[in-house]
């Protein structure tokens, strides 16, 4: 009740529904990885991505393009040729962009 004793209820709105969108990279397998390792990802609808791996100082050392199908896709990587360290994984789609960090061991 407001001063003048009226009861007024305003308009319900929903402002976020609690649902989270998928993440891009689901994982990747093994880190440590050695001679090479697996990206799982996940996209809504048949579309291409571009995988750019960077070292620590933000080197770009390896771009690849793949095309996915709609749900799960699983891609194997050869990281042989990495020098024993950290890297960043850089997923992009239209829709979306993800970034993980991985390590490689000799």
């Known amino acids: 009740k ?3 004793g009226k009861i007024s209820y305003s308009n319900i709105l929903a402002v976020n529904n609690g649902k989270k969108k ?3 990279i ?21 579309e291409v991505a571009t995988i750019e791996i ?9 771009t ?9 896709n699983t891609i194997l990587m050869d990281v ?3 020098k024993a360290g950290s890297y960043i994984l850089k997923a992009s789609t239209k829709k979306q962009t993800q ?6 061991v000799q």
């Open 54 to 62: 960077f070292n620590m100082e933000g080197k770009k050392i390896n």
């Open 22 to 24: 998928a993440d891009l």
């Open 2 to 4: 407001d001063v003048s």
């Open 80 to 82: 042989s040729t990495l």
């Open 26 to 46: 689901e994982s990747i397998y093994p880190s440590p990885a050695v001679s090479s390792t697996t990206i799982a990802l996940n996209v809504d609808s048949k």
């Open 64 to 72: 690849q393009t793949y095309l996915l199908a709609q749900g799960q």
């Open 99 to 104: 970034s993980i960090n991985f390590m490689v």
